[in-house]
T-cell receptor
């Protein structure tokens, strides 16, 4: 089974509008972490935001916020006031557990969502 | 400073060549990673180092040989690669294996001819 599912291969949004990128995850661990990365065409993976499974508040970083719904196992990324420079591939990722031996350190990535911001 | 520096940015090599990719970070991170990424696909984990010791090898062919000479530096030695090994190779680092932030370098675009 996929550990991270991103169901939107592509999304389009007009400049200055908000957009939500969907991510659902699958784990039986109680302790885990969720990440969002942005990858422009240049290739660099840019860390955007992190949410720990025990964090009670939704994570926010500037225009990025993570809508964490634990019971639904979803971790959607909300980008407010989109800019042309936000056009990129966005990956959701998960790190499981804190004491699970060989899986420690491993990030599981979704297939990504290609976001296009138009003027 | 959240910079992970990878060199070279681009590399073209023949199937009989030996080359190395280099990755450096000065954030005091003790976990470092190599990922391989094909076009329009997510990154795939290759190797994980923790405190300069190999922690995870994702059954990577022996033509890829990682090395972690010190806590700031991670190398990937390449030998007798195949054209299907052409990809973007990404290095990442985190404080330790209990990852709450992982920073990636810009990657090396490798073409095997």
């Amino acid at each position: 089974a996929q550990k991270i599912t991103q169901t939107q291969p592509g999304m389009f949004v007009q400049e200055k509008e908000a957009v939500t990128l969907d991510c659902t995850y699958d784990t039986s661990d109680q302790s885990y972490g969720l990440f969002w990365y942005k990858q422009p065409s240049s290739g660099e993976m840019i860390f955007l935001i992190y949410q720990g499974s025990y964090d009670e508040q939704n994570a926010t970083e500037g225009r990025y916020s993570l809508n964490f719904q634990k019971a639904r196992k979803s971790a959607n990324l909300v980008i407010s006031a989109s800019q042309l420079g936000d056009s990129a591939m966005y990956f959701c990722a998960m790190r499981e557990g804190r004491g699970r031996g060989s899986t420690l350190g491993r990030l599981y990535f979704g297939r990504g969502t290609q976001l296009t911001v138009w003027p | 400073d959240t910079e992970v520096t990878q060199t070279p940015k681009h590399l073209v090599m023949g199937m009989t060549n030996k080359k190395s990719l280099k990755c450096e970070q000065h954030m005091g991170h003790r976990a470092m990673y190599w990922y391989k990424q094909k076009a329009k696909k997510p990154p795939e984990l290759m190797f994980v180092y923790s405190y300069e010791k190999l922690s995870i090898n994702e059954s990577v062919p022996s033509r890829f040989s990682p090395e972690c000479p010190n806590s700031s530096l991670l190398n990937l030695h390449l030998h007798a690669l195949q054209p299907e090994d052409s990809a973007l190779y990404l290095c990442a680092s985190s404080q330790d294996l209990r990852v709450t932030e992982a920073f990636f370098g810009q990657g090396t675009r490798l073409t095997v001819v």
